[in-house]
């Protein structure tokens, strides 16, 4: 199974989109390699609420949400445990979406839609830093 730290226990991913369908992809693309998704949010609030008690390996973070966006969000996760692995979802690759991201401590995209393939290569890539 791709999707185990050295240990043997599975990658801790949380999945942030305020589509559901969206986080349906990331769990389908994940879980049946060995992932496990420990939570889901529909917005970044909900992601920030959520993170402290489930303290995931990886995060994958929409950029475009209502109450919270994923910049925020990531920004401000990324102030609680500045090591904490984020990738940004976006369907845009726009240039200035990359450069606030870039900013707020986040290197690793990905654009939507994605290949069930390049996300569990994306957060394998992540782990393996």
Same mark, same amino acid.
Request: charged residues 25%; hydrophobic residues 50%; proline residues 10%.
């Given at each position: 199974m791709k999707g185990l730290k050295a240990d043997g226990? !599975?990658? &801790? =991913?949380m999945a942030v989109d305020d589509s559901p369908?969206? &986080?349906k992809m990331i769990r389908k693309a994940l879980e049946p390699e060995g992932f496990e998704i420990v #939570? /889901?949010?529909g917005n970044g609030k909900e992601a920030l609420e959520v993170y402290s008690k489930v303290q !995931? @390996? =990886?995060i994958t973070m929409d950029v475009t949400m !209502?109450?919270? @966006?994923g910049? @925020? #969000?990531?920004g401000a996760i990324k102030k609680l445990n500045p090591s904490q692995r984020i990738v940004m979802l976006s369907a845009m690759g726009d240039a200035d979406i990359i450069a606030d991201a870039q900013s707020r401590g986040i290197t690793d995209?990905?654009?939507?839609p994605f290949k069930p393939q390049e996300m569990v290569d994306k957060v394998? /890539?992540?782990?393996s830093r």
């Open positions: 226990t !599975p990658i &801790r =991913v369908i969206t &986080r #939570a /889901e949010a !995931p @390996d =990886v !209502p109450i919270m @966006d910049l @925020d #969000a990531a995209f990905c654009t939507k394998l /890539e992540l782990m």
